[in-house]
């Protein structure tokens, strides 16, 4: 009878406080059914990467507008993989240029969602990245 | 990984992973759970329920800074609701938390009830022991916001803080049975507020009613020379939270040295048998009845009057019985 929730960390690293996409993903994804962790503003990396950890979350969804999204989401990944936990994927989203994505994607961000981007969409990434997993 | 031992070790990973088999409800939880029991009874449970909004995450955030301060490893429990239509939830009591993110002697995770009612999940009390094997000394359980009959909480805790907060009603309100019953300590939190005082005189009033002669464990029943404290604070400014702190320790003693913790926690462990019981004949039922299968059925029946629904259930129960004994 056992039932596998799917559990998601939705994180706002660095300093902004647009969190308005934040809260409307939380939001979308806790429709679709998953368990949303949700942070608020202005975390570090490093709480970030425990919070997952004792949350053990599957996802970290990152969001950031102030453009410090090469910085941050490549040191979110690092540390869950320094702390043993390179399983958890990361995907991001805010507002990121469009020439910034294969650097985050070569340094380990499963996915960049830009403004627009539907539910939908999300979805389908967050169900076949763990079915692969 | 051999999970009980990185548990018993304080491998967050391990004490994370064991938490969502038990959730998940996976074959092996109640092996995990079993093995870990042994270390138990260490911790002081302190249960935090209130109305939404009273203030409890924050009222936890402070505590745990001074339960920091003297030097003890601290676990929270945070349970909020499922939607009951997608079975999703958002989980934003730690949001009030965050601070304690990084301080490796804190450990803080987040529940969604999962359709249980009472205000917690199903899994809190496997959750509490795993914390507790693990080695954590205070474990903060809040609940959801509850309103008056969610009391579950009361099975699980040492002490029950009751957060209060101005303008939530009048003494009426606070004479209703239930989560006026369980509290053990009163908080008046948001102080500042306009009816506080009022508040406070209402539950010193409603509070000198209180039956002395309650059963075992049933909260605010711990009369018997132990009074119940009530507090006054403001957890957003930090005001009254070290006397809060003061109140929950002196009231620990009082309560230990009376032998009412002990008598709490064998009602405790009694209700969990209860609770383990039910679900796993629960579970024998729906395997030999096939309730979900046949559930359809017998409603259609029902919808017909072509049944009654007393008979229909313990002719069930009958085949079963009977089934069971052609088996041995």
Do not use: C
Request: aromatic content about 6%.
């Amino acid at each position: 009878m056992a039932v596998k929730k799917t559990r998601i960390l939705i994180a706002k690293p660095g300093l902004d406080g647009h969190d308005r996409g934040a809260k409307f993903i939380a939001r979308a994804l806790r429709d679709e059914g998953y368990e949303v962790i949700y942070t608020g503003i202005r975390q570090t990396p490093e709480a970030i990467v425990q919070t997952a950890i004792q949350e053990d979350v599957d996802f970290v969804g990152l969001s950031l507008l102030s453009g410090a999204h090469n910085e941050l989401f490549p040191r979110v990944v690092d540390l869950l993989a320094a702390s043993g936990a390179g399983d958890i994927v990361v995907f991001g989203g805010g507002i990121i240029p469009e020439q910034d994505i294969p650097f985050l994607k070569d340094r380990g961000v499963a996915a960049i969602f830009g403004p627009g981007t539907t539910t939908k969409q999300i979805v389908e990434f967050l169900e076949s990245a763990r079915d692969s997993s | 990984m051999d999970l009980v031992t990185e548990v018993r070790l304080g491998n967050l990973r391990a004490i994370a992973r064991t938490i969502s088999l038990i959730e998940d409800l996976e074959p092996e939880a109640e092996a995990l759970v079993d093995a870990l029991y042994p270390y138990t009874g260490g911790a002081r449970i302190l249960g935090v329920t209130g109305s939404p909004g009273a203030g409890k995450s924050t009222l936890v955030d402070r505590l745990i800074t001074l339960e920091r301060r003297r030097g003890r490893k601290v676990a929270v429990i945070a349970v909020d609701p499922s939607s009951p239509f997608s079975g999703g939830a958002i989980l934003g009591d730690r949001l009030r938390m965050q601070t304690h993110a990084i301080d490796p002697g804190v450990f803080i995770r987040s529940m969604a009830s999962r359709g249980f009612l009472g205000g917690i999940a199903a899994a809190t009390g496997d959750v509490i022991k795993v914390l507790d094997a693990a080695g954590y000394q205070s474990i903060f359980i809040e609940t959801i916001g509850v309103g008056q009959t969610e009391i579950k909480i009361v099975e699980l805790s040492d002490i029950v803080l009751l957060v209060l907060m101005p303008g939530a009603g009048d003494e009426i309100q606070a004479m209703k049975a239930g989560v006026m019953e369980i509290g053990d300590i009163f908080i008046i939190n948001k102080k500042d507020l306009p009816g506080a005082d009022k508040l406070r005189a209402e539950v010193e009033y409603v509070l000198s009613f209180k039956n002395p002669v309650q059963a075992a464990g049933g909260g605010n029943g711990d009369s018997e020379g132990v009074s119940n404290p009530i507090l006054m604070t403001s957890a957003v400014q930090d005001d009254g939270i070290e006397q809060l702190q003061e109140a929950i320790e002196s009231y620990a003693t009082e309560i230990e040295n009376a032998g009412k913790l002990e008598e709490k926690r064998r009602y405790r462990l009694e209700r969990e048998l209860l609770g383990v019981l039910n679900r796993k004949i629960h579970e024998l039922m729906d395997l030999h009845i096939e309730v979900s299968r046949q559930l359809p059925e017998w409603t259609e029946r029902l919808y017909r009057r072509d049944a009654r629904p007393y008979a229909l259930i313990n002719e069930q129960i009958r085949n079963f019985l009977e089934e069971r004994k052609g088996d041995q």
